[in-house]
């Protein structure tokens, strides 16, 4: 009986911290949308630290407080009953969870047939800086990386007739770039903590994440007209098609976004000369120390209070 308490207080917390969160931060990303002026790696970094904010915040309540604050007040002989409120809340902790899981299950699964079938017939060229390249024939995406431990490269014959060598180039460097950062290991995470109002901030992480890739694939402006030209030249011949879920594609399929990154890549030499220079992250040290000191100093009161709450929810 203790131990099923114990499992039904941390999973009502959790599921009440994620969901207030949540909530919380979807009306966050509604009203400071403006806000985020910075480098679009810089941007994908804060939109992916945000979204992951209520899942991390639940975590740490449930384990690092009202777990603690349990097992450490709570007495293991009682005969109290658990309320219908902490049965509610952990099977509704349970169900979030398992929808979770679910939707990263799923996802990883309908990605893999389409990989599949892609890669059927498929012929694989040189390695490109450790990541392999196949060329595909037939209904498959023109180029798009997929794969979450290995990722590889598709490239469809379409993509390399219609490009010319620096154009292929640069649109390789682009895919590469998604490759080197585990952007379909971000997507799979993101599938498996699915919550109501998301969105829109999942679709603006994912577009940052396209400019960044942009930004790797270019050094000068040459390169940055070559691809865009790969993409303006691209979505004339292979329009953008559902992919799947846990790839990523060159071409984006919001018109809007695709037009914005084309425009970027043809300002790219005033853009990156009027970008603002990128803040050193060591004056953020006195505030974490300041802050881990503050939260040693009132970890026993607070653990002392949890219980308090945990003795209101349980009855």
């Known amino acids: 009986m203790f131990t099923m308490r114990c499992l039904a207080v941390c999973l009502s917390f959790f599921v009440a911290v994620y969901a207030a969160m949540s909530l919380l931060v979807s009306r966050m990303w509604s009203h400071g949308r403006r806000l985020l002026w910075e480098s679009p790696q810089t941007r994908a970094t804060f939109l992916m630290n945000l979204r992951t904010l209520p899942v991390a915040s639940a975590a740490v309540v449930s384990a690092g407080v009202a777990l603690p604050s349990f097992l450490w007040l709570e007495p293991r002989t009682t005969s109290e009953p658990i309320g219908a409120i902490p049965v509610i809340l952990g099977l509704l902790g349970l169900l979030v969870l398992a929808a979770g899981?679910?939707?990263?299950?799923?996802?990883?699964?309908?990605?893999?047939?389409?990989v599949q079938g892609w890669l059927a017939g498929a012929r694989r060229e040189a390695s490109l800086a450790g990541v392999s390249l196949y060329r595909v024939r037939g209904e498959g995406p023109g180029l798009a990386v997929a794969g979450i431990r290995e990722p590889r490269v598709l490239i469809s014959?379409?993509?390399?007739?219609?490009?010319?060598a620096a154009e292929?180039?640069?649109?390789?460097?682009?895919?590469?770039?998604?490759?080197?950062?585990?952007?379909?290991l971000t997507k799979l995470g993101?599938?498996?903590?699915?919550?109501?109002?998301?969105?829109a901030l999942e679709t603006?992480?994912?577009e940052a994440t396209e400019m960044a890739a942009d930004d790797a694939a270019v050094s000068n402006l040459t390169e940055a007209l070559d691809l865009a030209s790969a993409l303006i030249k691209l979505s004339r011949c292979t329009p953008p098609r559902h992919a799947a879920a846990l790839t990523t594609a060159l071409l984006s399929k919001s018109s809007s976004a695709l037009n914005a990154r084309i425009e970027r890549l043809v300002r790219w030499d005033q853009h990156h000369r009027n970008l603002p220079p990128r803040p050193h992250r060591w004056y953020l040290a006195p505030a974490l120390v300041a802050s881990m000191f503050?939260?040693?100093?009132?970890?026993?009161?607070?653990?002392?209070?949890?219980?308090?709450i945990t003795e209101w929810l349980v009855r």
């Open 190 to 199: 993101l599938r498996c903590l699915a919550f109501p109002g998301m969105a």
């Open 157 to 164: 014959e379409v993509v390399t007739e219609e490009l010319t």
């Open 168 to 184: 292929l180039a640069a649109a390789l460097k682009h895919e590469l770039a998604h490759a080197r950062r585990r952007d379909n």
């Open 294 to 308: 503050c939260m040693a100093m009132g970890y026993c009161p607070l653990l002392s209070r949890m219980h308090q």
């Open 204 to 206: 603006a992480w994912s």
């Open 101 to 114: 899981v679910r939707n990263g299950l799923l996802a990883w699964h309908r990605t893999s047939q389409a």
